[in-house]
Each structure stands twice: as C-alpha cells, then as structure tokens.
C-alpha cells in the first residue's frame, strides 16, 4: 500500500522557518517525481513545488520562489520542504503527492503550517 | 498565474449526468494536454479522478469522464451518487512550467 506521511508542522512566527518531511513507503521512490501542495483554511489548493526522481529538475511557484526549497533523499524515501521568511499567507494544509504525468496520483494525509498575522 | 475558471456549485438529482468546466488560456489548459481533476470530500486529503485530460487511474469508476476542447476542459460525472458530494479541482501544466489549479467546485446531490 501506498503511503506519504507528513510530519514538522507547526506554529511559526512570521520571518520564522520551517521544514516539512514526507516520509514514502510502498512503491519505489526512486523512480517517481514528487510534489508539495497547500490548501489554506476553507480556500482551494495550490500547488507548491515539484522535483523529479533524480533531482534534476525543480519548479515553484511564484509566490514561493526564492523563499522555499525541495530536496529529496532516495536513499530514505524522504522529500522534504524548507520554508524561510515564512508569511501569514503561507498558513495552510501542506500535502506531499506523487507525480504522474503533470498530475498528483498519492497524497499524504497532510499537516497544518501556521503562521499567525 | 490566475487560477484556472471553475464554477463555484454544480448540482444535481441522483441518477444524472452533471458537467464541470475549468477555463483556462493557451498558456495552460489549451496549450497541453496535463488537464488533471480531483475529487476532494470535507476533510480529506484530495484523490486523483482524470489525469491527462480523459485518463482515469485504476480505481476510479467509468462514471466519471474527462474532455478538453480549445481553453476548456470538462469533468463529467454521470449516474450521480450521494457519495459523489465533495469539492473537485481541475489542475493544469503551464507555460512556465508551474502547475495551476481552478478555484474549486462545489457539488451537491439534491
């Protein structure tokens, strides 16, 4: 069975940082590109940031860029996301997914990140 | 990047067919084919419906259906359920190499 686990959220005091993990488990992960989307409280989703199974290949979103990373590590089945200079409108439900095609196939259950105004 | 166009409600009787639009631009829904739809209920995590515009994964049941014409694409849920109330999202691969979502859509089984 497929499983992404999410786990570091929090409450963060603005300008503060975070690091979210999700830990994969059920399929091999080497082989899959990886994603982050947030959901803030009662509003739609949006997506955050992608990195395929090598690494090589990285995009963010505009509102992101600059302040958050993605890294991965195959090895541990691990794909975690730094996020500096933390805003109120970066409070949200972060979910880890699993690529497919430009699309998100696996979801983690996801964890809330608060950054109080 | 604007959030791709989605109907705030759709509803329906059981039994019926119902269709959701998400409007976008040449820049995303027209100008590839990585139209993908999610089914998410109240406290859920999202679940992947359609990928590729009218792919389903295996799992998900034939009555839910996906087409694109121009800058629009379409999710069609036919035979409604009650299970089928939740909020569904259409996403797209962008010129810019981002990924956008629509705002979300509503539907409710009358």
Same mark, same amino acid.
């Not at chain 1, 300008?15 to 994603?35: E, T």
């Given at each position: 069975?497929?499983? $992404?686990?999410?786990?570091?959220?929090?409450?963060?005091?603005?300008?503060?940082?975070? =690091?979210?993990?999700?830990?994969? %488990?059920?399929?091999?992960?080497?082989?899959?590109?990886?994603?982050?989307?947030?959901?803030?409280?009662?509003?739609?989703?949006?997506?955050?940031?992608?990195?395929?199974?090598?690494?090589?290949?990285?995009? !963010?979103?505009?509102?992101?860029?600059?302040?958050?990373?993605?890294?991965?590590?195959?090895?541990?089945?691990?794909? +975690? @996301?730094?996020?500096?200079? @933390?805003?109120?409108?970066?409070?949200?439900?972060?979910? /880890?997914?699993?690529?497919?095609? !430009?699309?998100?196939?696996?979801?983690?259950? #996801?964890?809330?990140?608060?950054?109080?105004? | 990047?604007?959030?791709?166009?989605?109907?705030?409600?759709?509803? #329906?009787?059981?039994?019926? %067919?119902?269709?959701?639009? /998400?409007?976008?631009?040449? %820049?995303?829904?027209?100008?590839?084919?990585?139209?993908?739809?999610?089914?998410?209920?109240?406290?859920?995590?999202? =679940?992947?419906?359609?990928?590729?515009?009218?792919?389903?994964?295996?799992?998900?049941?034939?009555?839910?259906?996906?087409?694109?014409?121009?800058?629009?694409? +379409?999710?069609?849920?036919?035979?409604?359920?009650?299970?089928?109330?939740?909020?569904?999202? /259409? /996403?797209?691969?962008?010129?810019?190499?981002?990924?956008?979502?629509?705002?979300?859509?509503?539907?409710?089984? $009358?």
């Amino acid at each position: 069975e497929v499983q $992404l686990v999410e786990s570091g959220g929090g409450v963060v005091q603005p300008g503060g940082s975070l =690091r979210l993990s999700c830990s994969a %488990s059920g399929f091999n992960f080497n082989v899959y590109s990886m994603n982050w989307v947030r959901q803030a409280p009662g509003k739609g989703l949006e997506w955050v940031s992608y990195m395929t199974s090598d690494s090589a290949t990285i995009h !963010y979103a505009d509102s992101v860029r600059g302040r958050f990373t993605i890294t991965r590590d195959n090895a541990k089945n691990l794909v +975690s @996301l730094q996020m500096n200079n @933390l805003r109120a409108e970066d409070t949200a439900v972060y979910y /880890c997914a699993r690529g497919l095609q !430009y699309a998100f196939d696996q979801w983690g259950q #996801g964890i809330l990140v608060t950054v109080p105004s | 990047q604007s959030a791709l166009t989605q109907p705030a409600s759709v509803s #329906g009787s059981p039994g019926q %067919s119902i269709a959701i639009s /998400c409007t976008g631009s040449s %820049s995303d829904v027209g100008g590839y084919n990585y139209v993908s739809w999610y089914q998410q209920h109240a406290g859920k995590a999202p =679940r992947l419906l359609i990928y590729e515009v009218s792919n389903r994964p295996s799992g998900v049941s034939t009555r839910f259906s996906g087409s694109k014409s121009g800058n629009t694409a +379409s999710l069609t849920i036919s035979g409604l359920q009650a299970e089928d109330e939740a909020d569904y999202y /259409c /996403c797209s691969f962008t010129a810019w190499t981002t990924r956008v979502f629509g705002g979300g859509t509503k539907v409710t089984v $009358l």
